[in-house]
């Protein structure tokens, strides 16, 4: 998670360039926050076309009735291979950009390794957090004893989770996902929302769902409650306890 994190440190930097550059602003704080945005834009452009397309863990039709075949090989063949070519694409840019010091040109790049940044850690999470229907990882109760009672404790039945979290999926607005996620330094969990492909952030993402319409429309149409309701079919609960029991350093992935 190391290089994942490094995509989205850019926040604060990228806030203060942008409105430097539409208004006056402190210059020693100015050339502070260009000189921390080009030792950021450095140490990306080191990672420029290095990521790829992880494989499945599964068959295309693993997750069948729940999720089709076909919206398998669109979803991972297609759009998460988009994210990463267009991940890579404007690192490379933001390389040639640090060469020649174009301010203008790295803070517009920034938008665009966050959104496909986060694109690519959000969909590798997400292949991992699904398991065939009916395999041992999706019984909870074997497969997340630990999770399971720490949700039970919480929200006080499991049942009422569930609850909460479709309520999530259903009332997100155009694109994003709904998390259950862990608040290590709080000691509690959390059932969010991010928006388009923001990631997590603050917090350890246990299980997410993907609520952008190619990832269920070609099967539920506009029936999104069905498959926020059949999503539980297929989530890897033992991936889940994994990142619950390991915490950030759990989350340690290459992507």
């Given at each position: 998670?190391?290089?994942?994190?490094?995509?989205?440190?850019?926040?604060?930097?990228?806030?203060?360039?942008?409105?430097?550059?539409?208004?006056?602003?402190?210059?020693?704080?100015?050339?502070?926050?260009?000189?921390?945005?080009?030792?950021l834009s450095t140490r990306?452009?080191?990672?420029?076309?290095?990521?790829?397309?992880?494989?499945?863990?599964?068959?295309?039709?693993?997750?069948?009735?729940?999720?089709?075949?076909?919206?398998?090989?669109?979803?991972?063949?297609?759009?998460?291979?988009?994210?990463?070519?267009?991940?890579?694409?404007?690192?490379?840019?933001?390389?040639?950009?640090?060469?020649?010091?174009?301010?203008?040109?790295?803070?517009?790049?920034?938008?665009?390794?966050?959104?496909?940044?986060?694109?690519?850690i959000n969909h590798s999470?997400?292949?991992?957090?699904?398991?065939?229907?009916?395999?041992?990882?999706?019984?909870?109760?074997?497969?997340?004893?630990?999770?399971?009672?720490?949700?039970?404790?919480?929200?006080?039945?499991?049942?009422?989770?569930?609850?909460?979290?479709?309520?999530?999926?259903?009332?997100?607005?155009?694109?994003?996902?709904?998390?259950?996620?862990?608040?290590?330094?709080?000691?509690?969990?959390?059932?969010?929302?991010?928006?388009?492909?923001?990631?997590?952030?603050?917090?350890?993402?246990?299980?997410?769902?993907?609520?952008?319409?190619?990832?269920?429309?070609?099967?539920?149409?506009?029936?999104?409650?069905?498959?926020?309701?059949?999503?539980?079919?297929?989530?890897?609960?033992?991936?889940?306890?994994?990142?619950?029991?390991?915490?950030?350093?759990?989350?340690?992935?290459?992507?």
């Amino acid at each position: 998670m190391a290089r994942s994190n490094t995509l989205f440190s850019f926040v604060s930097l990228f806030s203060l360039l942008f409105f430097a550059i539409a208004a006056p602003i402190d210059k020693r704080a100015l050339d502070l926050a260009y000189r921390d945005l080009i030792e950021l834009s450095t140490r990306q452009s080191k990672m420029a076309g290095t990521y790829t397309l992880p494989p499945l863990p599964y068959a295309y039709d693993a997750l069948e009735p729940v999720i089709s075949k076909e919206i398998m090989q669109l979803h991972h063949d297609k759009h998460h291979q988009a994210y990463v070519t267009n991940l890579n694409a404007a690192l490379n840019s933001q390389n040639q950009a640090s060469e020649v010091k174009d301010l203008r040109k790295l803070v517009t790049l920034q938008k665009k390794i966050k959104f496909n940044g986060g694109g690519h850690i959000n969909h590798s999470l997400f292949w991992k957090n699904l398991a065939p229907p009916g395999a041992k990882e999706t019984n909870i109760d074997t497969a997340a004893p630990t999770l399971k009672k720490a949700i039970e404790s919480q929200w006080g039945s499991f049942q009422k989770f569930k609850d909460e979290f479709n309520s999530v999926l259903t009332d997100l607005q155009g694109s994003g996902w709904g998390w259950l996620a862990n608040k290590q330094i709080e000691g509690r969990l959390e059932v969010v929302s991010t928006k388009d492909q923001d990631p997590v952030e603050d917090a350890v993402p246990l299980f997410g769902v993907d609520m952008w319409e190619h990832a269920y429309y070609l099967q539920y149409k506009n029936d999104k409650a069905s498959y926020a309701s059949n999503i539980w079919k297929v989530i890897n609960w033992q991936e889940a306890e994994n990142r619950f029991k390991n915490g950030i350093e759990g989350m340690k992935f290459k992507v």
